[in-house]
């Protein structure tokens, strides 16, 4: 990190504090602020813990297959199932969709990067400190064994008294302190970053799916913070807010995690609802059918999601009254999800349909989220539900909603976007591959699971035994998990080979997919400054519009080819926010707290530090003076030094105590 | 071209309104989730009180009516101390940073004299759900205030450096924003679990 | 300390920014409605009126503050929509919380 960065500004840059250089390299992965950069970091992390969830998943099948399993013991699979859950929802899907969400939503809205970008890097090191720190219990022996749910007061310190739980509620909380800060940076960036002529309304269904969620993770993190520090008090410190003996209410526990929990679920799935949204008309040469419906479901989604949470409940005892009210709510939510089913729906109908793989697995999220959908409404008729909770048929549901729906639209995201995070276009034929054998793996894993369900095999439990008539589609199911491992081991390889591949061919050219949106006006891989100029924008689907124009007879017509409409990458003027390490540093720190916390206090005592120490640096790195000496290198489109960014200026933090 | 750098430079954002201000106040939409958490867990909970005292038995309204009003006059010295320095006045928007995070060391000085006073009273945190809650809420404000206090310091000490200026007085709105809130949370409190009747044993 | 204040020359426009005068009157006001709550510690009020008069008041102190203090009224609209929705939801989220564990009626 060496400091020939310039300053007009009065002061100099000392040693620490120096902004480090772009370049290339590990280095230059550690201390990016790049939007772009984050969001494949925020991918490929989470790519890998697909991978490990997924072997949880595999032996978790490995153990079902047979009755009285010996795979697994009972310690063990409770481990096994429990952090399945949480990899999947916190390290997998959310990630994935942050991944999305950071990479796309700047260019979807037309600007250079998020309105805070030095928080969006603490983001990322923060979820990896915290997913890193969680998996840490599988090492030291002791991975939490209470399910994703942890009921307390199972999970306090009586029933589970070695370290797991603590290790649930210390990677959560730092988790969850990624999502928040995430969340804030997204939403003003949303409001405040857009390009000239871009109203709300003429953002794209996924900009505005992207921003609910952002107000779902806003309002819903502090509730299960809450829940987590109550739990963590409890065991640790003796408070009483889940003994029994003491007169305290475990159902506390509940209420305050399916608060989170509900909305949790919809921030699973609307993200995969609004790349399917831009998917779809694509590859069906016609607009998103209804586009104010679709902002207004989602909305409606957002907010009706409150209002559900206790038909996780049903059978706690809640009482009568609260059942019927929250069963009768969570009917009432089936209504603006079903009204996106039927927009995309009329959207493919009377279009041309183009089966890229995309466009297939956008055909799998709508079968297969309605087909979780349905399921989800058998559960809303509370008397039904106390037949299928605590079973397999809720197993299946949920599975339904979350691979047939948010993964599946995470993976048409990534054949979609694809060349234009990385220049080339990943292989059809591969792809297909992909796509069939996880949709058949899926289907033979998760369908036979509403039958065993209502059969009344139990969820939560590492076995059964023989005679209840589970033997048949319990192996059936687990050689479908097989399947769906090799559908994923095609997903990589079509990774690894179409990235070979690109190397002796010429890039794919801006535009490959003839797409609506404002993020392919840049050439693919998207250039470092995003835009060459700053794009005006006068109606939805502004690209779309450049592109294709109506005729005197009302037909579409093609008015210019994409690379007239598509900017070429070649601006070297642009001012880009210098890097940090201040965000990687500062996000080190928490692992030390939390090992602390569970160990030995001493250990805190760095982690602290290191946090401390990252904020100060932090407040008083210098932000470089706007008029100030631009890059020079202006061949090395990633190495810009010497830049600033209007939304850096007076921190990130509200106590910037700016340096002369 | 040159446009480009002009257009990217304009500290013009979307809705005219600054980042970073904006940021602190969606900021405080989500601490409305924490507090009104740490505060339902307290209500369900005060009648719980086990074997220990209960919240009627043990509450001393007039000493808290005087540390609320310490925090309540802390808000008026924090406007002021933004007001000065809106105007340039920089001694007195020192004075009044100080005598904000004077009043909130006050404030906590008053609730460690009430939290060991409980103690010795016997209430303690782990004596009862209502102890274990009353604890953790009036707790997470404190450290609140006391996060506050430690950015009003800041504040101080960039501006005996010569950094706190009045163009910088953005940065005194978010600091003051952050401790009216800590304020309110407070006013809220002091009705809802001190001033509204509670369970006696 | 008013003396402080009193010498400073008080800010023109009061349209977007109250004086120093107009702040401390707020703060008087917050006291006066302070005292009278605290005063209710001292009175037999039987709760079905006391409960909604210290709410009232409650919430009469918040909004002054917000308002006032925190600028809200000469900002724009959309750092309240902020803080009313955050305000909003946890209210109906945790009143409803409140409801299942019926608290409002076995308190």
């Not at chain 1, 100099?12 to 230059?28: F, Q």
Request: charged fraction near 10%; charge should be negative.
């Amino acid at each position: 990190m060496s400091d020939t960065i310039e300053l007009a500004a009065p002061g100099r840059p000392l040693g620490a504090y120096t902004r480090p250089k772009g370049g290339s390299g590990w280095r230059d992965w550690i201390t990016t602020i790049d939007h772009k950069k984050i969001g494949i970091l925020y991918g490929a992390t989470a790519m890998f813990f697909f991978g490990v969830g997924g072997l949880e998943a595999l032996l978790m099948r490995l153990q079902l297959a047979t009755p009285d399993g010996t795979v697994l013991g009972a310690d063990t699979y409770n481990r096994v199932f429990t952090m399945h859950g949480l990899t999947m929802v916190f390290m997998v899907i959310m990630p994935l969709a942050a991944a999305f969400a950071n990479y796309l939503l700047p260019l979807q809205i037309g600007a250079r990067d998020v309105a805070f970008p030095r928080l969006n890097a603490l983001s990322y090191w923060v979820f990896l400190a915290g997913g890193l720190f969680l998996n840490m219990s599988w090492l030291l022996g002791d991975a939490p064994d209470g399910g994703w749910f942890a009921y307390a007061p199972n999970t306090g310190v009586i029933f589970s008294p070695g370290h797991g739980m603590d290790y649930y509620v210390l990677g959560l909380l730092i988790m969850g302190i990624a999502s928040l800060i995430s969340a804030m940076n997204l939403i003003v960036t949303v409001l405040n970053m857009r390009t000239p002529g871009m109203t709300l309304f003429k953002m794209p269904v996924m900009t505005w799916m992207i921003l609910v969620v952002q107000f779902l993770l806003l309002f819903a993190v502090p509730v299960i913070t809450v829940a987590l520090f109550l739990l963590m008090f409890d065991r640790n410190f003796g408070a009483n807010f889940f003994n029994p003996e003491m007169g305290a209410d475990p159902l506390l526990w509940q209420h305050l995690f399916w608060i989170f929990g509900h909305p949790e679920v919809y921030i699973l799935i609307l993200p995969s609802f609004g790349i399917i949204s831009e998917v779809i008309p694509t590859f069906s040469r016609k607009p998103l059918f209804g586009y104010p419906f679709m902002v207004f479901s989602g909305i409606a989604i957002g907010f009706m999601g409150w209002g559900v949470w206790a038909h996780h409940m049903f059978v706690s005892g809640i009482g009568p009254i609260s059942v019927a009210a929250f069963s009768m709510s969570t009917m009432f939510i089936a209504v603006p999800t079903g009204v996106k089913i039927l927009n995309w729906l009329a959207t493919m109908w009377g279009g041309k349909i183009k089966f890229t793989v995309a466009m297939l697995f956008a055909f799998g999220v709508v079968s297969m989220f309605t087909i979780g959908g349905l399921s989800g409404v058998t559960h809303s008729v509370a008397p039904a539900d106390t037949q299928q909770t605590d079973t397999y048929y809720i197993v299946a549901h949920f599975h339904y909603v979350i691979f047939g729906g948010s993964l599946l639209g995470i993976f048409a995201g990534f054949y979609f976007w694809w060349p234009k995070v990385f220049g080339h276009l990943l292989s059809e034929k591969l792809g297909k591959w992909n796509f069939w054998l996880m949709l058949i793996g899926f289907n033979m894993t998760f369908g036979p699971m509403h039958i065993l369900g209502l059969q009344g095999m139990s969820r939560r439990i590492d076995s059964y035994s023989p005679g209840f008539g589970f033997e048949f589609w319990n192996m059936f199911a687990s050689i479908g998990s097989f399947i769906i491992a090799l559908g994923v081991l095609m997903f990589v390889i079509n990774v690894i080979t179409s990235a070979r591949r690109a190397r002796h061919e010429p890039p794919v050219g801006p535009d490959p997919w003839d797409a609506r949106s404002l993020e392919w006006f840049t050439p693919n891989p998207t250039p470092v400054h995003n835009f060459d100029e700053l794009i005006q924008v006068d109606s939805l689907d502004e690209f779309w519009h450049r592109k294709y124009a109506e005729d005197e007879n009302g037909r579409v017509v093609r008015v210019a080819t994409a690379e007239e409409v598509c900017q070429d990458g070649s601006a070297t003027d642009v001012h880009l926010p210098s890097p940090s390490y201040w965000p990687f540093v500062l996000a080190a720190g928490f692992p030390f707290v939390g090992f602390g916390l569970i160990y030995t206090l001493w250990i805190c005592i760095p982690g602290a530090l290191l946090i401390l120490m990252a904020i100060y640096g932090w407040i008083f790195e210098p932000t470089d003076d706007p008029d100030g000496p631009h890059g020079h290198h202006a061949e090395d489109s990633s190495d810009h030094d010497g830049a600033e960014a209007p939304s850096e200026v007076a921190g990130e933090t509200a106590e910037e105590a700016p340096v002369g | 071209m040159a446009d480009a750098a002009a257009v990217d430079h304009g500290h013009g954002t979307g809705t005219g309104l600054s980042n970073n201000k904006l940021l602190m106040w969606v900021f405080l939409g989500s601490e409305c989730l924490l507090f009104g958490g740490l505060i339902s867990t307290y209500l369900i909970y005060r009648s719980r009180y086990a074997d220990g005292p209960a919240p009627g038995d043990i509450f001393d309204i007039p000493f808290t009516s005087v540390s609320s009003f310490v925090l309540l006059m802390s808000s008026l010295t924090m406007v002021l101390s933004l007001s000065a320095l809106q105007r340039g006045d920089i001694r007195n928007n020192r004075v009044w940073l100080l005598a904000t995070a004077l009043l909130g060391s006050l404030f906590i000085g008053g609730q460690v004299y009430e939290f060991t006073t409980f103690l010795r009273e016997g209430l303690g945190y782990t004596t009862s759900p209502f102890s274990s809650a009353f604890f953790t809420l009036t707790g997470f404000h404190g450290i609140h205030v006391s996060l506050g206090i430690v950015m009003l310091v800041s504040l101080l000490i960039a501006s005996f450096r010569g950094t706190l200026t009045k163009e910088r007085s953005e940065t005194v709105e978010i600091v003051g924003l952050y401790w009216h809130f800590v304020d309110v949370v407070w006013i809220f409190i002091f009705t809802v679990i001190y001033l509204v009747p509670s369970p006696t044993s | 300390m008013n003396t402080t204040t009193q010498n400073v020359e008080a800010h023109e426009g009061g349209h977007d920014h109250p004086t120093d005068a107009r702040y401390i009157r707020v703060a008087i006001v917050l006291g006066i409605v302070t005292a009278l709550e605290v005063a209710t510690y001292f009175v037999n009020i039987p709760g079905a009126i006391l409960i909604p008069v210290l709410l009232g008041m409650m919430v009469f102190k918040f909004f002054y503050v917000a308002a006032w203090f925190m600028h809200l009224r000469f900002d724009s609209p959309m750092f309240t929509k902020f803080f009313v929705t955050g305000l909003v939801l946890a209210t109906l989220v945790y009143g409803i919380l409140l409801t299942v564990f019926e608290f409002w009626t076995k308190g």
